[in-house]
Structures are given as C-alpha cells and as structure tokens.
C-alpha cells in the first residue's frame, strides 16, 4: 500500500488556500453599474429641471447597457434598470419641456411675465427677438 508523501499533502493544502476558488463566481459588470448609474442621473437631472443633461444621461445610459450585455444572449438586471430608468427620465423630460413651451406660448399671464424677465435681463422683450427670429428665418 502506498501511502501519500507528507509533502503531496502539503503542496495540496497550500494549493488550495493560496488560491482559494470564490465562493460566489459572478461578477458584476462595469457597463451595467455604469448605465444603472446614468440612468439614476436621468431622473435626477430631470426632477432638478434641467434641460440638455437628461439627455445626455439617458443616451449614456442606453449605450452602456448596449455595452454590457457583451456576447450574452441576456442583459443584466442593472443593465436593464438602466434602461428604465433613463427612460423614465427622459420621457418626463420631454413631457416638462413640452408642457412649459404650452404654457408659455398659449397662457398671456405667463408670456406677459416671460417678456418682463427677458427684458430686465436682456433690455429687449421676449416678443421683440421671437419677431426678429421668425423674420430673419423667412
């Protein structure tokens, strides 16, 4: 009978705590924090009522996303919220922006205090430039 050699044991047991296997193998992927992170952003910038960086967040957001699904067939639950999210933002985004050009352009209160804020600020009102936009266009 062959008996293993004291020092077999030991390289093995050194083996094994020196490279240790993990115990939960998964990793997360960058791009899918990244585009969760982004679309994070997106709501954030949007309830903050910002106009071009909910934007520039949800495209972001989309693209990572894109990224990180990699070879996979499937997308991470990160990723995927990423998507959502960025989504949600930018569609409230757009319903904000829209809402207040309505706002704006359709109630004479509003467009009255418009032109009083431009003029304070620029020594024009608001009307005035709109006119001499939409001429110098034709």
């Given at each position: 009978m062959d008996l293993p050699n004291q020092t077999d044991q030991d390289t093995s047991y050194k083996n094994l705590y020196q490279n240790p296997?993990?115990?939960?193998?998964?990793?997360?992927?960058?791009?899918?924090v990244a585009s969760l992170s982004m679309g994070i952003l997106t709501i954030i910038t949007t309830v903050l009522c910002t106009v071009f960086l909910p934007f520039l967040f949800s495209g972001l957001s989309i693209i990572f996303a894109v990224l990180s699904k990699g070879k996979n067939k499937t997308m991470e639950i990160n990723a995927r919220t990423g998507i959502i999210t960025s989504l949600i933002g930018f569609f409230l985004n757009i319903i904000i922006v829209v809402g207040s050009f309505y706002l704006v352009f359709t109630i004479p209160e509003y467009k009255d205090q418009l032109n009083q804020v431009y003029e304070q600020v620029y020594g024009e009102s608001f009307d005035e430039v709109w006119k001499d936009t939409i001429e110098s266009v034709q």
């Open positions: 296997e993990p115990v939960n193998s998964k990793t997360t992927n960058q791009f899918a």
